[in-house]
Protein backbone atom coordinates (compact mmCIF):
# COMPACT_ATOMS: atom_id res chain seq x y z
CA UNK A 1 0.00 0.00 0.00
CA UNK A 2 2.90 2.23 -0.61
CA UNK A 3 1.41 5.68 -1.99
CA UNK A 4 4.44 7.87 -2.81
CA UNK A 5 1.94 10.06 -4.62
CA UNK A 6 1.60 12.78 -2.31
CA UNK A 7 1.56 16.00 -5.02
CA UNK A 8 -1.73 14.93 -7.08
CA UNK A 9 -3.94 14.15 -4.21
CA UNK A 10 -3.02 17.84 -2.23
CA UNK A 11 -3.30 19.22 -5.65
CA UNK A 12 -6.94 17.97 -5.91
CA UNK A 13 -6.99 18.81 -2.42
CA UNK A 14 -6.31 22.14 -3.16
CA UNK A 15 -8.83 22.39 -6.19
CA UNK A 16 -11.70 20.16 -5.27
CA UNK A 17 -13.68 19.01 -8.77
CA UNK A 18 -16.84 19.53 -7.51
CA UNK A 19 -18.46 18.18 -10.42
CA UNK A 20 -16.54 14.75 -10.66
CA UNK A 21 -17.22 13.82 -6.81
CA UNK A 22 -17.52 9.77 -6.00
CA UNK A 23 -20.64 8.68 -4.99
CA UNK A 24 -20.74 8.16 -0.65
CA UNK A 25 -21.47 4.99 0.27
CA UNK A 26 -25.64 4.47 2.13
CA UNK A 27 -26.19 6.39 4.79
CA UNK A 28 -26.67 3.26 6.41
CA UNK A 29 -23.46 1.45 6.41
CA UNK A 30 -21.86 5.38 7.89
CA UNK A 31 -19.79 3.08 10.19
CA UNK A 32 -19.24 -0.18 8.34
CA UNK A 33 -15.60 -0.39 8.57
CA UNK A 34 -15.90 0.05 12.23
CA UNK A 35 -18.56 -2.29 12.57
CA UNK A 36 -17.20 -4.91 10.56
CA UNK A 37 -14.30 -4.79 12.58
CA UNK A 38 -17.19 -5.74 15.43
CA UNK A 39 -17.17 -3.36 17.73
CA UNK A 40 -20.57 -2.71 17.65
CA UNK A 41 -21.45 -5.89 16.84
CA UNK A 42 -24.36 -4.35 14.41
CA UNK A 43 -24.98 -6.17 11.41
CA UNK A 44 -24.10 -3.86 8.57
CA UNK A 45 -27.49 -4.47 6.25
CA UNK A 46 -29.58 -3.58 9.47
CA UNK A 47 -30.67 0.28 9.03
CA UNK A 48 -29.23 3.09 11.35
CA UNK A 49 -32.91 4.24 11.67
CA UNK A 50 -33.83 0.34 12.97
CA UNK A 51 -30.56 0.92 15.18
CA UNK A 52 -31.82 4.30 16.49
CA UNK A 53 -35.38 3.17 16.80
CA UNK A 54 -34.33 0.15 18.80
CA UNK A 55 -31.99 2.07 21.14
CA UNK A 56 -35.73 4.28 21.64
CA UNK A 57 -37.49 0.91 22.02
CA UNK A 58 -35.20 -1.56 23.11
CA UNK A 59 -37.89 -4.46 22.37
CA UNK A 60 -38.13 -3.70 18.92
CA UNK A 61 -35.07 -5.97 17.80
CA UNK A 62 -33.72 -8.36 19.92
CA UNK A 63 -30.20 -8.38 21.41
CA UNK A 64 -29.50 -11.69 19.77
CA UNK A 65 -29.28 -9.78 16.53
CA UNK A 66 -26.88 -7.30 17.69
CA UNK A 67 -24.15 -10.14 17.72
CA UNK A 68 -23.75 -11.99 14.92
CA UNK A 69 -20.28 -13.12 15.26
CA UNK A 70 -19.78 -13.82 18.89
CA UNK A 71 -21.48 -17.00 20.16
CA UNK A 72 -21.40 -19.33 22.95
CA UNK A 73 -21.85 -23.23 22.64
CA UNK A 74 -20.73 -25.22 18.99
CA UNK A 75 -22.06 -24.17 16.03
CA UNK A 76 -21.69 -26.15 12.19
CA UNK A 77 -21.98 -24.74 8.74
CA UNK A 78 -22.07 -26.20 5.84
CA UNK A 79 -22.69 -24.38 2.84
CA UNK A 80 -22.68 -25.84 -0.70
CA UNK A 81 -22.87 -24.40 -3.70
CA UNK A 82 -25.69 -25.94 -6.10
CA UNK A 83 -24.42 -23.73 -8.88
CA UNK A 84 -23.22 -20.53 -10.01
CA UNK A 85 -26.12 -18.74 -8.44
CA UNK A 86 -27.84 -20.77 -6.14
CA UNK A 87 -26.33 -21.23 -2.39
CA UNK A 88 -27.93 -24.22 0.60
CA UNK A 89 -26.87 -23.01 4.30
CA UNK A 90 -27.04 -25.83 6.52
CA UNK A 91 -25.93 -25.04 10.56
CA UNK A 92 -26.13 -26.36 13.81
CA UNK A 93 -25.89 -24.12 16.66
CA UNK A 94 -26.05 -25.66 20.41
CA UNK A 95 -25.49 -23.89 23.52
CA UNK A 96 -27.00 -21.28 25.65
CA UNK A 97 -28.93 -18.11 25.10
CA UNK A 98 -29.24 -15.27 26.72
CA UNK A 99 -32.89 -14.59 27.77
CA UNK A 100 -33.57 -10.77 28.61
CA UNK A 101 -35.09 -10.28 31.91
CA UNK A 102 -34.94 -7.20 34.08
CA UNK A 103 -32.82 -8.13 36.73
CA UNK A 104 -28.85 -7.75 36.22
CA UNK A 105 -28.62 -11.23 36.51
CA UNK A 106 -28.56 -13.53 32.92
CA UNK A 107 -30.67 -16.38 32.63
CA UNK A 108 -29.53 -18.61 30.31
CA UNK A 109 -31.27 -21.57 29.25
CA UNK A 110 -29.36 -24.59 26.64
CA UNK A 111 -31.05 -24.52 23.19
CA UNK A 112 -30.21 -26.21 20.01
CA UNK A 113 -31.23 -24.95 16.71
CA UNK A 114 -30.96 -25.95 13.07
CA UNK A 115 -30.78 -23.90 10.98
CA UNK A 116 -31.53 -23.82 6.94
CA UNK A 117 -30.52 -21.51 4.26
CA UNK A 118 -30.78 -20.67 0.77
CA UNK A 119 -29.26 -18.20 -1.32
CA UNK A 120 -29.86 -16.99 -4.53
CA UNK A 121 -27.37 -14.78 -6.47
CA UNK A 122 -28.06 -13.36 -9.86
CA UNK A 123 -24.71 -10.97 -10.37
CA UNK A 124 -25.42 -7.83 -9.85
CA UNK A 125 -29.09 -7.48 -10.12
CA UNK A 126 -30.91 -9.54 -7.94
CA UNK A 127 -30.00 -10.94 -4.73
CA UNK A 128 -32.47 -13.21 -2.40
CA UNK A 129 -31.56 -14.42 0.72
CA UNK A 130 -33.32 -16.29 3.31
CA UNK A 131 -32.81 -18.27 6.69
CA UNK A 132 -35.50 -20.34 8.70
CA UNK A 133 -34.74 -21.84 12.06
CA UNK A 134 -36.35 -24.84 13.58
CA UNK A 135 -38.16 -22.59 15.95
CA UNK A 136 -40.14 -20.86 13.21
CA UNK A 137 -38.03 -17.72 13.10
CA UNK A 138 -37.67 -16.55 9.49
CA UNK A 139 -34.97 -13.94 8.27
CA UNK A 140 -35.77 -12.98 3.96
CA UNK A 141 -33.78 -10.19 2.22
CA UNK A 142 -34.37 -8.96 -1.48
CA UNK A 143 -31.96 -6.71 -2.88
CA UNK A 144 -33.08 -6.13 -6.16
CA UNK A 145 -31.73 -3.32 -9.23
CA UNK A 146 -34.71 -2.39 -10.59
CA UNK A 147 -33.01 0.06 -12.88
CA UNK A 148 -29.38 1.26 -13.23
CA UNK A 149 -29.47 3.34 -10.18
CA UNK A 150 -32.51 2.93 -8.46
CA UNK A 151 -32.15 -0.22 -6.23
CA UNK A 152 -34.85 -1.96 -4.36
CA UNK A 153 -34.12 -3.79 -0.63
CA UNK A 154 -36.65 -5.70 1.65
CA UNK A 155 -34.90 -7.67 4.63
CA UNK A 156 -38.00 -9.16 6.70
CA UNK A 157 -37.95 -11.10 10.36
CA UNK A 158 -40.92 -13.17 10.88
CA UNK A 159 -41.12 -15.06 14.00
CA UNK A 160 -44.21 -16.94 15.82
CA UNK A 161 -44.46 -14.47 19.21
CA UNK A 162 -46.95 -11.79 18.07
CA UNK A 163 -45.40 -8.30 17.80
CA UNK A 164 -41.82 -9.76 17.09
CA UNK A 165 -41.84 -9.53 13.54
CA UNK A 166 -40.65 -7.02 11.61
CA UNK A 167 -40.21 -6.26 8.08
CA UNK A 168 -39.05 -3.01 5.96
CA UNK A 169 -38.98 -2.28 2.24
CA UNK A 170 -36.07 0.31 0.91
CA UNK A 171 -35.81 1.79 -1.87
CA UNK A 172 -32.59 3.39 -2.72
CA UNK A 173 -31.78 6.07 -5.61
CA UNK A 174 -27.95 6.09 -6.62
CA UNK A 175 -26.58 9.62 -7.82
CA UNK A 176 -23.82 10.44 -9.36
CA UNK A 177 -22.16 12.03 -5.82
CA UNK A 178 -24.90 11.37 -3.40
CA UNK A 179 -27.41 8.15 -2.50
CA UNK A 180 -30.88 8.99 -1.14
CA UNK A 181 -33.51 6.34 0.27
CA UNK A 182 -36.65 5.97 1.76
CA UNK A 183 -37.76 3.17 4.35
CA UNK A 184 -40.97 1.91 5.05
CA UNK A 185 -41.48 -0.40 7.39
CA UNK A 186 -44.56 -2.15 9.23
CA UNK A 187 -45.61 -0.47 12.71
CA UNK A 188 -46.15 2.64 10.27
CA UNK A 189 -42.25 3.00 10.02
CA UNK A 190 -41.56 5.89 7.68
CA UNK A 191 -37.73 6.89 6.78
CA UNK A 192 -36.18 8.93 4.34
CA UNK A 193 -31.87 9.31 4.21
CA UNK A 194 -29.87 11.35 2.22
CA UNK A 195 -25.92 11.51 1.97
CA UNK A 196 -23.66 13.71 -0.60
CA UNK A 197 -19.93 13.81 -1.22
CA UNK A 198 -18.74 17.31 -0.11
CA UNK A 199 -15.05 16.68 -1.28
CA UNK A 200 -13.03 13.76 -2.11
CA UNK A 201 -12.51 12.46 1.21
CA UNK A 202 -15.67 13.47 2.95
CA UNK A 203 -19.26 12.89 3.18
CA UNK A 204 -22.31 14.03 4.78
CA UNK A 205 -25.56 13.09 5.42
CA UNK A 206 -29.28 12.79 7.18
CA UNK A 207 -32.20 11.10 8.32
CA UNK A 208 -35.62 11.60 8.94
CA UNK A 209 -38.02 9.13 10.51
CA UNK A 210 -41.18 7.91 12.33
CA UNK A 211 -42.56 5.12 14.20
CA UNK A 212 -46.08 6.00 14.27
CA UNK A 213 -47.27 2.56 16.01
CA UNK A 214 -45.05 4.21 18.86
CA UNK A 215 -45.69 7.87 18.27
CA UNK A 216 -41.61 8.21 17.36
CA UNK A 217 -39.72 10.73 15.62
CA UNK A 218 -36.49 11.54 14.88
CA UNK A 219 -33.86 13.41 13.11
CA UNK A 220 -30.26 12.88 12.51
CA UNK A 221 -26.81 13.61 10.97
CA UNK A 222 -23.98 11.78 9.99
CA UNK A 223 -20.59 12.42 8.47
CA UNK A 224 -17.55 10.19 7.28
CA UNK A 225 -14.37 10.92 5.98
CA UNK A 226 -12.61 8.39 4.45
CA UNK A 227 -9.02 7.86 2.90
CA UNK A 228 -7.23 4.97 1.89
CA UNK A 229 -5.69 4.78 5.34
CA UNK A 230 -8.23 5.69 7.65
CA UNK A 231 -11.78 6.36 8.22
CA UNK A 232 -13.46 8.26 10.45
CA UNK A 233 -17.32 8.83 10.95
CA UNK A 234 -19.34 10.35 13.53
CA UNK A 235 -22.83 10.56 13.65
CA UNK A 236 -25.97 12.25 16.30
CA UNK A 237 -29.54 11.33 16.05
CA UNK A 238 -32.47 13.30 18.22
CA UNK A 239 -32.55 10.32 19.93
CA UNK A 240 -30.03 11.42 22.15
CA UNK A 241 -27.50 8.71 20.16
CA UNK A 242 -23.76 9.74 19.70
CA UNK A 243 -21.98 7.30 17.66
CA UNK A 244 -18.28 8.18 16.70
CA UNK A 245 -15.60 5.54 14.96
CA UNK A 246 -12.15 5.66 13.58
CA UNK A 247 -10.39 2.81 11.78
CA UNK A 248 -6.98 3.12 11.02
CA UNK A 249 -5.66 1.06 8.97
CA UNK A 250 -1.57 0.17 9.93
CA UNK A 251 -0.65 -2.33 7.51
CA UNK A 252 -1.83 -4.32 4.97
CA UNK A 253 -2.80 -7.15 7.52
CA UNK A 254 -3.47 -5.03 10.46
CA UNK A 255 -6.06 -2.20 11.82
CA UNK A 256 -6.84 -1.16 14.52
CA UNK A 257 -10.07 0.82 15.31
CA UNK A 258 -12.14 2.59 17.94
CA UNK A 259 -15.33 3.52 18.56
CA UNK A 260 -17.17 5.92 21.25
CA UNK A 261 -21.08 5.92 21.81
CA UNK A 262 -22.91 7.25 24.10
CA UNK A 263 -26.94 8.35 24.59
CA UNK A 264 -27.39 11.73 25.73
CA UNK A 265 -30.70 11.55 27.15
CA UNK A 266 -29.93 7.98 29.31
CA UNK A 267 -26.30 9.01 30.00
CA UNK A 268 -24.56 5.92 29.11
CA UNK A 269 -21.44 5.79 27.12
CA UNK A 270 -19.44 2.96 26.20
CA UNK A 271 -15.85 3.77 24.34
CA UNK A 272 -14.44 0.50 22.79
CA UNK A 273 -10.97 -0.71 21.12
CA UNK A 274 -10.77 -3.25 18.54
CA UNK A 275 -7.88 -5.15 16.37
CA UNK A 276 -8.27 -6.94 13.34
CA UNK A 277 -5.53 -8.78 11.99
CA UNK A 278 -5.80 -10.98 9.11
CA UNK A 279 -3.07 -13.61 8.27
CA UNK A 280 -2.47 -15.99 5.42
CA UNK A 281 -3.84 -18.87 7.45
CA UNK A 282 -6.21 -17.00 9.83
CA UNK A 283 -8.38 -13.75 10.99
CA UNK A 284 -7.85 -12.48 13.89
CA UNK A 285 -10.13 -9.51 16.00
CA UNK A 286 -10.25 -8.58 19.82
CA UNK A 287 -11.67 -6.11 20.94
CA UNK A 288 -12.12 -4.35 24.14
CA UNK A 289 -14.80 -1.74 25.95
CA UNK A 290 -15.27 0.57 28.86
CA UNK A 291 -18.02 -2.01 30.24
CA UNK A 292 -15.31 -3.94 31.27
CA UNK A 293 -16.05 -6.39 28.40
CA UNK A 294 -13.54 -8.14 26.52
CA UNK A 295 -14.00 -10.51 23.33
CA UNK A 296 -11.41 -12.54 20.89
CA UNK A 297 -12.80 -13.95 17.63
CA UNK A 298 -10.60 -16.03 15.63
CA UNK A 299 -11.15 -17.72 12.27
CA UNK A 300 -8.33 -20.06 11.54
CA UNK A 301 -8.47 -21.92 8.17
CA UNK A 302 -7.13 -25.22 8.36
CA UNK A 303 -7.89 -26.50 4.63
CA UNK A 304 -9.56 -25.14 1.76
CA UNK A 305 -13.04 -24.40 2.52
CA UNK A 306 -12.26 -25.50 6.04
CA UNK A 307 -12.39 -23.00 8.45
CA UNK A 308 -12.10 -23.60 12.94
CA UNK A 309 -13.11 -20.79 14.58
CA UNK A 310 -12.83 -19.34 18.25
CA UNK A 311 -15.32 -17.04 20.15
CA UNK A 312 -14.22 -16.17 23.35
CA UNK A 313 -16.22 -12.88 25.13
CA UNK A 314 -15.42 -12.06 29.26
CA UNK A 315 -17.83 -9.45 30.56
CA UNK A 316 -15.83 -8.90 34.17
CA UNK A 317 -18.50 -6.60 35.24
CA UNK A 318 -21.32 -8.88 35.05
CA UNK A 319 -18.92 -12.14 35.34
CA UNK A 320 -20.39 -13.60 32.67
CA UNK A 321 -17.67 -15.74 30.23
CA UNK A 322 -18.83 -16.96 26.70
CA UNK A 323 -16.95 -19.50 24.79
CA UNK A 324 -17.60 -21.21 21.79
CA UNK A 325 -15.92 -23.03 18.98
CA UNK A 326 -17.15 -23.99 15.72
CA UNK A 327 -16.64 -25.03 12.01
CA UNK A 328 -17.18 -23.57 8.76
CA UNK A 329 -17.28 -26.19 5.54
CA UNK A 330 -17.65 -25.16 2.20
CA UNK A 331 -17.11 -21.39 1.08
CA UNK B 1 1.20 -29.63 93.01
CA UNK B 2 -1.63 -28.65 91.16
CA UNK B 3 -3.47 -27.03 94.22
CA UNK B 4 -0.08 -25.25 95.16
CA UNK B 5 -0.04 -23.71 91.41
CA UNK B 6 -3.81 -22.99 91.91
CA UNK B 7 -3.02 -21.05 95.38
CA UNK B 8 -0.72 -19.28 93.42
CA UNK B 9 -3.46 -18.56 90.82
CA UNK B 10 -5.55 -17.43 93.63
CA UNK B 11 -2.67 -15.61 94.96
CA UNK B 12 -2.15 -13.45 92.12
CA UNK B 13 -4.84 -10.79 92.54
CA UNK B 14 -2.00 -9.24 95.38
CA UNK B 15 0.91 -9.48 93.06
CA UNK B 16 0.00 -8.71 90.19
CA UNK B 17 -1.92 -5.87 90.91
CA UNK B 18 1.01 -3.64 90.76
CA UNK B 19 2.63 -5.24 87.84
CA UNK B 20 -1.07 -4.95 85.97
CA UNK B 21 -0.79 -1.73 86.81
CA UNK B 22 2.05 -1.33 85.12
CA UNK B 23 1.15 -3.27 82.11
CA UNK B 24 -2.32 -1.37 82.49
CA UNK B 25 -0.27 2.05 81.98
CA UNK B 26 2.12 1.01 79.33
CA UNK B 27 -0.91 -0.25 77.15
CA UNK B 28 -3.26 2.92 78.80
CA UNK B 29 -0.38 4.69 76.68
CA UNK B 30 -0.64 7.07 73.82
CA UNK B 31 1.74 5.40 71.87
CA UNK B 32 0.50 2.11 72.50
CA UNK B 33 -2.59 2.58 71.83
CA UNK B 34 -2.24 4.67 68.61
CA UNK B 35 0.26 1.79 67.26
CA UNK B 36 -2.14 -0.49 67.97
CA UNK B 37 -4.77 1.49 65.70
CA UNK B 38 -2.07 2.45 63.37
CA UNK B 39 -0.96 -1.85 63.50
CA UNK B 40 -5.04 -2.30 62.79
CA UNK B 41 -5.57 0.33 59.82
CA UNK B 42 -2.43 -1.30 58.29
CA UNK B 43 -3.63 -4.90 58.22
CA UNK B 44 -6.88 -3.55 57.06
CA UNK B 45 -5.70 -1.81 54.22
CA UNK B 46 -3.00 -4.77 53.57
CA UNK B 47 -5.93 -6.92 53.07
CA UNK B 48 -7.70 -4.82 50.98
CA UNK B 49 -4.87 -3.95 48.73
CA UNK B 50 -4.26 -7.51 48.68
CA UNK B 51 -7.43 -8.44 47.95
CA UNK B 52 -7.77 -5.34 44.63
CA UNK B 53 -4.75 -6.61 43.38
CA UNK B 54 -5.44 -9.84 43.22
CA UNK B 55 -8.82 -8.96 41.56
CA UNK B 56 -6.53 -6.78 39.31
CA UNK B 57 -4.15 -8.93 38.80
CA UNK B 58 -7.03 -11.88 37.53
CA UNK B 59 -8.98 -9.44 35.18
CA UNK B 60 -4.97 -8.39 33.64
CA UNK B 61 -4.49 -12.02 33.23
CA UNK B 62 -7.44 -13.01 31.93
CA UNK B 63 -7.64 -10.61 29.20
CA UNK B 64 -4.32 -10.65 28.49
CA UNK B 65 -5.09 -14.77 28.24
CA UNK B 66 -8.10 -13.75 25.39
CA UNK B 67 -6.56 -11.11 23.93
CA UNK B 68 -2.79 -11.04 23.77
CA UNK B 69 -2.01 -15.12 23.56
CA UNK B 70 -4.03 -15.89 20.55
CA UNK B 71 -2.15 -12.92 18.40
CA UNK B 72 1.51 -13.85 19.99
CA UNK B 73 0.64 -17.64 18.74
CA UNK B 74 -0.72 -16.83 15.19
CA UNK B 75 1.78 -14.41 14.78
CA UNK B 76 4.81 -17.08 15.64
CA UNK B 77 2.46 -19.51 13.45
CA UNK B 78 2.79 -16.77 10.56
CA UNK B 79 6.59 -16.33 11.06
CA UNK B 80 7.39 -19.46 10.77
CA UNK B 81 5.02 -19.82 7.57
CA UNK B 82 6.99 -17.24 5.85
CA UNK B 83 10.85 -19.01 6.73
CA UNK B 84 9.62 -22.32 5.60
CA UNK B 85 8.23 -20.89 2.35
CA UNK B 86 11.72 -18.71 2.50
CA UNK B 87 13.41 -22.10 2.78
CA UNK B 88 11.90 -23.61 -0.10
CA UNK B 89 12.28 -20.58 -2.29
CA UNK B 90 15.69 -20.49 -1.70
CA UNK B 91 16.28 -24.25 -1.66
CA UNK B 92 13.98 -24.73 -5.32
CA UNK B 93 16.58 -21.48 -6.10
CA UNK B 94 13.61 -19.33 -7.50
CA UNK B 95 13.11 -15.72 -6.05
CA UNK B 96 11.65 -15.63 -3.16
CA UNK B 97 7.69 -14.15 -3.72
CA UNK B 98 7.29 -10.94 -1.45
Known amino acids: MATPVPPPPAAADTAVDYLNLPCPIPFEELHREAFSK ?15 VCNLLISL ?32 LMGPTEIPSQSTETIKIPTAHYEFGSTFIDHPRLLLWGRILTDGRLNARVKWDLAENLTFKANAQLTNE ?49 AGQHRKSGVGYGARYNTDKMVA ?16 KVSEKVSLASEFMC ?27 SNGCVAAFLEERLNMGLNFILSAELDHKKKDYKFGFGLTVGE | MASQGKRGGVSLPDRPSDSSSVLAKISRSSIVV ?33 LVVPLIVEMDREQQLNELELQQASLLGTPAPK
Not at chain 1, 68 to 91: A, C, I, V
Not at chain 1, 235 to 247: E, F, I
Not at chain 2, 50 to 58: I, Y
Open chain 1, 162 to 210: PHMSHGVFNFEYKGKDYRSQFQLGNGALLGANYIQSVTQHLSLGGEVFW
Open chain 2, 34 to 66: RGKEAAGDAAFVAKKLLRSTGKAAWIAGTTFLV
Open chain 1, 233 to 248: TGQVASTGMVVLSYVQ
Open chain 1, 263 to 289: NYLSRDATASFGYDYILRQCRLRGKID
Open chain 1, 61 to 92: FPIVSLKPDLFEGMRFDFTKMLNQKFTLNHSV
Open chain 1, 38 to 52: FLSPFQSSISVLFLL
